[in-house]
């Protein structure tokens, strides 16, 4: 099994942490990179009653790293849209990359968002520019663009890392969960039996 590697330049940076299993990834192979100061940044939407369970966890995931960590909670509340969450999420980690001096956010975004996005664009009408709309630039590094899902959940697996599961997660209302769940694996070949 080859090791999962990507490239990032010495510096500060602001890394996005959820406590799923992408950012739990993320966050490990980050902090063993030379030159590379971390602040860990949670952002709490309030759409679940459960939602502070995963920032306390990212909070002592950060402790157990001894790095820095922030976090936000807002009470979006249930019926909040993807896009809404998304805004706020990202007003709250431009604040704190500020605050902390970061010289860019870092996500966990993966090769799977990239197909995902790539499809709700395409419903949504954006065409051929919304098939590459999830890059890095404009001060966030998304290193893990090029590695599937799997590979991630197998680093995790293999490194006996915890992460949450976010119950929104299988919720299909949410345009990307139903690409996920419902559509991508009609697409998929299946093993013949």
Do not use: C
């Not at 010289?103 to 051929?128: F, K, P, S």
């Amino acid at each position: 099994m080859k090791p999962l590697t990507f490239k990032i330049p010495a510096g500060r940076y602001l890394v996005a942490v959820s406590g799923g299993v992408d950012s739990v990834v993320l966050l490990d192979l980050l902090r063993m990179y030379p030159g590379v100061k971390l602040t860990v940044a949670h952002f709490d939407h309030g759409i679940r009653p459960e939602s502070k369970q995963d920032r306390q966890f990212v909070e002592q995931l950060a402790r157990r790293y001894r790095l820095p960590f922030v976090y936000e909670s807002v009470a979006l509340g249930a019926g909040a849209s993807e896009a809404s969450a998304r805004k706020s999420r990202y007003v709250f980690l431009r604040k704190a990359q500020a605050a902390a001096q970061a010289d860019a956010i870092v996500t966990a975004h993966h090769q799977d968002d990239v197909l995902e996005t790539a499809i709700i664009n395409l419903l949504r009408g954006t065409g051929r520019k919304g098939l590459s709309s999830l890059t890095s630039g404009e001060g966030i590094i998304r290193p893990l663009l090029d590695i599937p899902k799997s590979e991630l959940l197998d680093y995790a697996r293999r490194h006996k890392l915890t992460w949450t599961e976010d119950s929104t997660n299988n919720d299909t209302n949410y345009l990307r969960n139903h690409i996920r769940h419902v559509m991508l694996p009609k697409w998929s070949p299946q093993e013949k039996q």
